[in-house]
């Protein structure tokens, strides 16, 4: 009997051990397996009551007219590709300053199939702020014009891609409408802002 205790006791720590790397090993793939993780709770900043989005484009080594004329050309750029309506347009050149601003309308596309194309025209403003070594770039003024083929909505991101209306009531998904365009337009930021940190680097 006490041959058999000892035996229950030593092999104790072991199962505990094992339930324990179970459970971290279950919350990590839980974690890893919500594809709405990224686009959760605190991924659209609101400041003064607008949306958002703001970086600091480190570049090591530039001057202020260096980095502003890098940053000039891409958003010149950005007016002409495919996805740019006509209206896109540089609207403030201040190479003195080192400030410039973009006002753009392009399609952001959620679905495009042979059947279906789902898109919303999203409108914002790109404003950078450039110095020696840096450039402070904020994405702001976001809104859309949903179904404008058919049944024309003008929406606004702050109605509509926050916390609050772009993701469920425990904030653990996007919400079923509202998510689609919050789930594009971070993607879309992030893609701004990640070819601006490739082309300062």
Known sequence: MKKLLMMVMMCLPMAVMAQNTWEMAEEKEGVAANPDQKYLAGAVPVVDGRVEFRATIQAPG????????????????????????????????????????????????FKSTALNLDRTRLFFNLVAECSDGKADITLTRIHYLYEEERDPQAIKAEDWITDEQGLNRKKTKLARVSGKFRRKTIDRKDFLFNKFTELLK
């Open 62 to 109: 530039k001057n202020a007219r260096q980095v502003y004329d890098i940053v000039k050309a891409y958003m010149e750029k950005m007016t002409t590709e495919k996805n740019q309506f006509e209206q896109s347009r540089i609207v403030i050149d201040e190479p003195e300053s080192g400030r410039v601003i973009g006002s753009y309308q392009e399609w952001l596309v």
